[in-house]
């Protein structure tokens, strides 16, 4: 102590300082490894969430590809519905094949694409209806949906209004298989594409949107794929 009574010695004062100073950095050290460690954030629950489904479309394509090379894999292809390809051909005209060296469709089809939407109703109930026995499709239904799962149908149909929706949304992203370089291979006129659909109902609030995953013929501008819902 220094003569004047209540003062502190320069060192004491420094050793005093340092030890209060050293209370906030531990506290930030604490809350930073807090936040590193913390798993329950969006960002890490999105992250984990596509890293689970880029795992499961790994090991699909590699049994796929194991398959396809006639090793062992769990792969199953099961047998195509030989009443499908009439349906879908009934219900749409397809483009016709096209001198490349006059005209051609686009080869690239990336982009938006909006329009007026069709719908079709194959369920047991539409097709007993006295309007639809007449349509050219009618009896190639029949034969598709001849003993359906109901419970199964309505559950896929889900709450969506279908027959309110008459507007698409179509965000497409096209490519084409970077193997592919000779001209005249089948698959060099065949390009991936996927996107999604959105359909606007009116009366609804909230739009349909799904995700879609498909391949498209150059040759006749044609675009068969698959669409299912986000998630």
């Known amino acids: 102590m220094d003569r004047n009574e209540g003062t502190v010695n320069p060192p004491e004062a420094v050793r005093i300082q340092n030890q209060r100073s050293s209370v906030p950095s531990f506290l930030f050290i604490i809350f930073m490894l807090f936040m590193l460690t913390n798993h329950s954030g969006d960002e890490f629950l999105a992250r984990n969430h596509y890293q689970d489904a880029l795992q499961s479309l790994n090991y699909q394509m590699s049994n796929f590809t194991a398959w396809m090379n006639g090793t062992e894999s769990n792969f199953t292809l099961s047998a195509p519905d030989s009443s499908v390809a009439p349906l879908l051909q009934s219900f749409m005209t397809f483009g016709s094949q096209l001198d490349p060296s006059h005209s051609s469709y686009f080869p690239n089809v990336t982009g938006f694409i909006r329009g007026d939407v069709n719908y ?56 084409t298989p970077v193997e592919v370089t000779a001209a005249n291979n089948a698959s060099a006129r065949i390009a991936m594409i996927h996107g999604r659909i959105d359909l606007v109902d009116p009366k609804n609030v909230g739009d349909m949107r799904l995700d879609f995953e498909g391949v498209h013929i150059i040759g006749n501008g044609s675009i068969y794929g698959f669409a299912e819902p986000i998630g």
Do not use: C, F
């Not at 050219?136 to 149909?157: C, G, H």
């Open 120 to 175: 079709h109703n194959v369920t047991p109930p539409s097709l007993s209806h006295p309007n639809t026995s007449d349509l050219a499709w009618a009896s190639l239904a029949r034969t598709y949906m001849a003993d359906p799962n109901m419970t199964e149908v309505l559950q896929k149909i889900g709450p969506w209004n279908w027959s309110g929706s008459e507007k698409i949304s179509w965000s497409l992203m096209a490519r």
